[in-house]
């Protein structure tokens, strides 16, 4: 393959935001509607960004711009705390970036969510387009982000890889017609197993590259 694009999905594959996005859901639930949701209850949810999570499943609809506003207080304020950046990812966004990849995002996540993070975490000079749930019509699994990134990048399906942890990544890379990576290197991710079988699967940002360099003709046969 000539690779040319590296697409990934955010929050569990570059930076483990999930605890975090959990929490800020959750006690958004709790004080808006009273009712405890688990870690898995919210991510059964995931698909829509997190705001239109709110606005589609709280109880008290009149509440729901409050809960949102509850829930950006939260992400904003507990971020530092609760995210810390991965140095593996980092060194691997550097290593991708000396070797002229062009690289995005495809993300459900939320416009302001992400650039919290990209802020906070320093990563935004990494890439060179960023796709959220904001932009998308047809979130994940569907694969309109997928490809509206590759769009943007000028980027073709033989010449692009999408990497993700969850099934909805999975199945977006696959529908885009683009090699598909199950990434499960954090320390918390959406999907523990895989029902669309990924053409790779790594546990560490390492393997990623090694395939890169095969590819590249720097590691070997492919």
């Not at 490809?147 to 990544?169: C, I, K, P, R, Y």
Request: hydrophobic share 40%; with cysteine.
């Amino acid at each position: 393959m000539n690779v040319t694009t590296i697409l990934f999905d955010f929050d569990g594959t570059l930076a483990d935001t999930l605890p975090i996005c959990i929490h800020a859901i959750g006690d958004s639930f709790l004080k808006f509607d009273g009712k405890t949701l688990t870690g898995s209850d919210v991510v059964a949810l995931f698909g829509p960004t997190e705001a239109d999570i709110i606005r589609r499943h709280l109880a008290n609809r009149e509440a729901a711009e409050e809960a949102v506003r509850h829930f950006y207080d939260i992400y904003t304020r507990e971020h530092d705390r609760m995210v810390r950046p991965d140095s593996n990812i980092v060194t691997m966004l550097d290593r991708l970036k000396e070797r002229g990849y062009r690289l995005g995002i495809v993300t459900g996540k939320g416009r302001d969510a992400l650039d919290i993070s990209l802020d906070r975490l320093g990563m935004a000079h990494y890439f060179d387009t960023t796709v959220s749930g904001d932009e998308m019509k047809r979130p994940k699994p569907d694969p309109e982000g997928v490809l509206t990134a590759m769009n943007a990048l000028g980027a073709t399906a033989d010449g692009t890889v999408f990497v993700g942890d969850s099934e909805a990544d999975m199945r977006a890379g696959k529908g885009a017609g683009v090699f598909t990576i199950g990434a499960h290197w954090l320390a918390n991710v959406q999907t523990h197993t895989f029902d669309t079988t990924p053409d790779l699967y790594v546990t560490h940002t390492e393997q990623l590259l090694a395939q890169l360099d095969r590819w590249a003709g720097r590691g070997g046969a492919e």
